[in-house]
């Protein structure tokens, strides 16, 4: 297996379009793994205080409507 710096190294010298094709793959890599984490997250009840905070805050009139 290549070392980071070895791949980077090559990443360098790609053409200006085949390290936009690499730029676009990494993106929508980092936001599936993001997606499933926050999934998982929600599923598993770990983002349940972000609903009882806004229920407070709606609660106390803070909230602005859309």
Partial sequence: ?????????EIEVLPH?????????????DWTVW???????????KLDFLI???LEERKAGKLKEL
């Fill in 1 to 9: 297996m290549k070392t980071a710096e070895e791949i980077q190294s």
């Fill in 52 to 54: 009882e905070e806004a």
């Fill in 35 to 45: 997606d499933q984490e926050i999934g998982s997250d929600s599923e598993s009840g």
């Fill in 17 to 29: 379009k085949e390290y936009i094709k690499l730029a676009h793959w990494f993106s929508e890599r």
